[in-house]
């Protein structure tokens, strides 16, 4: 059952019709001032999910965010990371039954989920290619996120245009689902106080450029403005921040140092 809403909170015209659709507010929400989180903590310990958590980004992200203190829960598909402080579940995220079981522990544990990492990792290129992947995670995500009416959906793209990573016609056409993904979640859930963006990590240098040469690095590097390609730990630190932000939805953040267009 839905909660209803309060009439009052919603702006009209003259006529009668709605202006907009303000949420109302929530003790836990993450305010927008910068004064609100000075420390950069969230105001409330989040139930934050991310995929394919055991390497790579997903590793920096999970790790990133379970130390500003929200409570994290990362999947993996082979072996559990090592050592870590954060909750490991063992998912495939292309099985529909396994998704759901997975949703149910993390909500069980640490509540239901709030922010959502929908990150495909690098080991199997269907997941970073096929846009079935962030629909599944992001609809069993929704449910929690509508009866709290407060979510973040970070939606990790693939590389940027002009890098080498993958067959160019697939990775453009996931690129193009994701974005239109973001978008539309924002147009029909933004009012439920749920933002959804992307964000483009271009070539971090650990792990999507580990069967590159030092020289075929080199290159690559040189053609980037910034200079050294991104860390995972940058990219994590770009996730952290849009999933704090209250008014940016439907956009791509690139974290890939040279501006390229998503």
């Known amino acids: 059952m839905w909660r209803r809403r309060d009439p009052g909170r919603e702006a009209r015209t003259p006529r009668g019709r709605r202006l907009?659709?303000?949420p109302a507010p929530?003790?836990?929400?993450?305010?927008a001032a910068p004064e609100a989180v000075p420390d950069g903590r969230p105001r409330h310990r989040r139930s934050v999910l991310v995929t394919?958590?055991?390497t790579g980004i997903g590793l920096a992200v999970a790790r990133h965010l379970q130390a500003v203190g929200d409570r994290v829960a990362a999947t993996y598909r082979a072996v559990p990371p090592d050592g870590e402080e954060f909750l490991s579940l063992p998912c495939d995220v292309t099985d529909a039954r396994q998704v759901r079981g997975t949703w149910r522990a993390v909500e069980e544990r640490h509540g239901p989920v709030e922010v959502l990492v929908a990150n495909?990792?690098?080991s199997d290129a269907r997941l970073r290619n096929d846009g079935t992947f962030p629909s599944s995670v992001v609809r069993e995500s929704l449910y929690g996120m509508l009866r709290g009416e407060f979510g973040r959906i970070i939606l990790m793209g693939g590389a940027v245009p002009g890098s080498t990573e993958g067959d160019p016609v697939h990775c453009a056409t996931s690129k193009s689902a994701l974005l239109d993904l973001a978008r539309r979640l924002t147009v029909v859930y933004g009012s439920?106080?749920?933002t959804a963006n992307v964000v483009a990590p271009g070539l971090p240098l650990a792990h999507?450029?580990?069967r590159l040469t030092a020289d075929q690095r080199a290159v690559l590097t040189q053609q980037i403005p910034l200079g050294p390609l991104a860390r995972p730990e940058d990219i994590a630190h770009?996730?952290?921040?849009v999933s704090t932000a209250e008014g940016v939805s439907g956009?791509?953040?690139p974290v890939d140092g040279n501006g390229m267009e998503y």
């Open 20 to 22: 907009a659709r303000v």
């Open 26 to 31: 929530r003790q836990h929400a993450v305010a």
């Open 52 to 54: 394919e958590g055991d």
């Open 120 to 122: 495909p990792g690098t």
């Open 192 to 194: 439920h106080g749920i």
């Open 208 to 210: 999507a450029t580990a």
């Open 238 to 241: 770009a996730v952290h921040w």
């Open 251 to 253: 956009a791509v953040i």
